[in-house]
């Protein structure tokens, strides 16, 4: 069985930071593309930040400079570390896993920005 756990969302003021992570299991972590999205009340699910099986990042314009993601294999987790958070940025965070014919979501954890 297939399992995303995303943690460490909660509440942060504008300007303040926060580290997702993602514990992954049931899959072959090294082989899968693993990403962060948000969703945004009342907008689609867009994303945020993927770091590919062979090491390539891709960022949201957005979060350029100010959004890192990282991977750990051997720990089967992937992070986010979010930097000068801003209030349009709360939403719901999803890791995501993907394969060529596979993907996984996470239930998502919720960051509130907001003072």
């Known amino acids: 069985q297939v399992q995303l756990v995303e943690s460490g969302g909660g509440l942060v003021q504008p300007g303040g930071s926060l580290r997702l992570s993602c514990a992954a299991s049931?899959?072959?972590?090294?082989?899968?593309?693993m990403g962060w999205y948000r969703q945004a009340p009342g907008k689609q699910r867009e994303m945020v930040a993927v770091?590919?099986?062979?090491?390539?990042?891709t960022y949201a314009d957005s979060v350029k400079g100010r959004f890192t993601i990282s991977r750990d294999n051997a720990k089967i987790t992937v992070y986010l570390e979010m930097n000068s958070l801003k209030p349009e940025e709360t939403g719901v965070y999803y890791c995501n896993a993907r394969s060529l014919n596979r993907t996984y979501w996470g239930q998502g954890t919720q960051v509130t920005v907001s003072s």
């Open positions: 770091f590919t099986s062979v090491g390539s990042t």
């Open positions: 049931g899959i072959i972590f090294r082989i899968y593309d």
